[in-house]
T-cell receptor, first 113, second 111 residues
């Protein structure tokens, strides 16, 4: 049981480039989310999804797009990378039944030059 | 959890001692709370959770205390071991809303 898998683990981009961060979970969880983690700050929610075909914005959505075509996958797209998007990105999933903790992947470390 | 700026609080404890890590939250409607452990280069790992109808919950070597009056959460680790060295942070959530995460505390275990 792999849990939440994120790829790639590391990536360096130039300003203006686009890329997709991949996230997949094998727990049949309905709820998935993307966070960014910056030094000294708590995880900040970028986008989330409560099920296939449904997405919504979190606290810091600007510059990012998401889609949810299947229960398993929830990719995050950077449209035109900016240095301010240098961060560590985490994907998480949880079952929607009642109060449940989120399961996190090991993150993608992204640097924008 | 509340964001307290760029500097991560640090707690250093001697191996074998008990550790207490604190967290403040701001939403009085929050009814579910979680503690996570994050090791270097890894994603957050669930430690223990507590619901608002409880004041205390115990796990293996860990205890979470919830004080709703002052909106405060604490994590106690008994007999701290070198493997406990990590960043610990809390998360809280009100019903129907998303989790809010604290910035974390770095725990260093001294030999």
């Amino acid at each position: 049981n792999a849990g939440v898998t994120q790829t790639p683990k590391f990536q360096v981009l130039k300003t203006g480039q686009s890329m997709t961060l991949q996230c997949a979970q094998d727990m049949n969880h309905e709820y998935m989310s993307w966070y960014r983690q910056d030094p000294g700050m708590g995880l900040r929610l970028i986008h989330y999804s409560v099920g296939a075909g449904i997405t919504d914005q979190g606290e810091v959505p600007n510059g990012y797009n998401v889609s949810r075509s299947t229960t398993e996958d929830f990719p995050l797209r950077l449209l035109s990378a900016a240095p301010s998007q240098t961060s560590v990105y985490f994907c998480a999933s949880t079952d929607r039944g009642g109060n449940q903790p989120q399961h996190f992947g090991d993150g993608t470390r992204l640097s924008i030059l | 959890g509340e964001s307290v700026g760029l500097h991560l609080p640090t707690l250093s404890v001697q191996e074998g001692d008990n550790s207490i890590i604190n967290c403040a939250y701001s939403n009085s409607a929050s009814d579910y709370f979680i503690w996570y452990k994050q090791e270097s280069g890894k994603g957050p790992q669930f430690i223990i959770d507590i619901r608002s109808n409880m004041d205390k919950r115990q796990g293996q070597r860990v205890t979470v205390l919830l004080n709703k009056t002052v909106k405060h959460l604490s994590l106690q680790i008994a007999a701290t071991q070198p493997g406990d060295s990590a960043v610990y942070f809390c998360a809280d959530r009100a019903y129907g809303q998303n989790f809010v995460f604290g910035p974390g505390t770095r725990l260093s275990v001294l030999p």
